[in-house]
């Protein structure tokens, strides 16, 4: 992963020149700035579709708009993704797009300023490479303030376009965006509108990530969004089924790398600490999870922190025995205080299409 050093927010070439001199807290502050004036410029812009790093908006309205759709009949779905999209977004074009809302020339030289920032990269053996620069022609500064309003701005072209030319209506289907990720539920025509996308993103120097593309029927098939499996679910009382929505199993796995890190043998932090930010992990990842059909992956995280956590006390107080007794499911998460997920008020279960 490279880091991409910020410039000075003075426009002035020497500086320019020498950005990866200049250290990046200044930077981010002015992006900051710039960002609180600049944002509700563009927010008036973008299309109702958009869902990524906007305010009010995100991935869990997103989910449920996708949801939604399904459930009204929108079952031929593009799963669609976009190579690279924050290294390959073309600074013209998206200086144009910048510049049809801003005419301030210090603004805009200043965007173009970030865009320009050099680029550090280190390889596997440590190797520094530098890229980026004056020179380059096309990309976003990744890990910067203003970078997910840039990348908006520039999506919002492909949005619009597709709703200027009436695609909706010719493919029967919606669009849901969340920055690079986005698909497109239709109504029977998910190949033609996979093909015209791949013309228009072609158009706008971008690429469609073949190997994380695929065009998929959601009564028979399951496809991942923004960290949910959507597709047929089945009722485990009487097996009937229904178009659903449950946290996937990759993020699953990530909750649990990160529990993994958290109780690591070498954690020497006071329980208490440590209890502390696995509850808070917990907490966070089930607010995001929180919609849909949850109850299995609950039992399963709960599973998989109680033997954790067993462990893991196991070894601090060098337990002779695997301490199922000691460390019991009521004492760690009762005495102890660990966060069971089935204990959260899991809210009201959408409404079921069979």
């Known amino acids: 992963m490279g880091e ?13 020149q020498f950005a990866w001199c200049v250290p990046t807290i200044r930077d981010r502050v002015v992006q900051t700035a710039a960002k609180l004036v600049l944002e509700p410029i563009f927010e008036a812009d973008l299309d109702a579709s958009a869902y990524g790093y906007r305010p009010r908006r995100g991935g869990p309205d997103a989910i449920k708009e996708v949801h939604a759709l399904l459930c009204c009949g929108y079952t031929d779905v593009v ?31 200043l965007v173009k300023m970030w865009l320009k920032t050099p680029i550090e990269e280190r390889d596997g053996d440590g190797k520094r490479r530098m890229s980026g620069g004056r020179h380059s022609s096309c990309g976003t500064p990744q890990g910067g303030v203003i970078s997910p309003m840039l990348a908006n701005v520039y999506m919002n072209r492909f949005l619009r376009y597709w709703r200027q030319t009436g695609r909706n209506a010719t493919y029967r289907a919606h669009v849901i965006s969340y920055a690079d990720d986005f698909v497109i539920l ?10 015209w ?11 469609i990530n073949e190997t994380k ?4 029927d959601a ?9 949910y499996t959507f597709g047929p679910h089945h009722y485990r009382k009487d097996g009937h089924w229904y178009l659903g929505a449950s946290p996937s199993k990759k993020s699953i796995q990530r909750l649990k790398g990160k529990v993994g890190e958290i109780l690591a043998s070498g954690n020497q932090a006071p329980w208490p600490e440590v209890r502390n930010q696995l509850n808070s992990l917990l907490r966070g990842w089930c607010s995001y999870f929180g919609y849909g059909t949850r109850l299995i992956a609950y039992r399963a995280i709960d599973h998989y922190v109680y033997h954790s956590v067993r462990h ?6 060098k337990v002779p025995t695997r301490g199922i007794r000691r460390f019991s499911d009521e004492v760690v998460h009762g005495e102890l205080g660990v966060l069971r997920l089935r204990r959260v008020h899991l809210g009201p279960a959408p409404s079921a299409l069979g």
């Open 4 to 16: 991409r050093l910020q410039p000075n927010p003075k426009v002035d070439r020497d500086i320019v």
């Open 79 to 109: 799963d669609a993704d976009l190579a690279r999209y924050f290294d390959t977004i073309p600074h013209r074009e998206l200086l144009q797009s910048v510049a049809r809302r801003i005419v301030d020339r210090n603004v805009l030289s």
């Open 186 to 195: 239709s109504r029977g025509h998910a190949d033609k509108a996979l093909a």
């Open 197 to 207: 996308t791949r013309r228009v993103m072609t158009k706008l120097g971008l690429a």
């Open 213 to 216: 593309t695929s065009v998929r």
């Open 219 to 227: 009564r028979q098939e399951h496809f991942d969004f923004l960290g």
């Open 312 to 317: 893991f006390l196991v070894r601090r107080h």
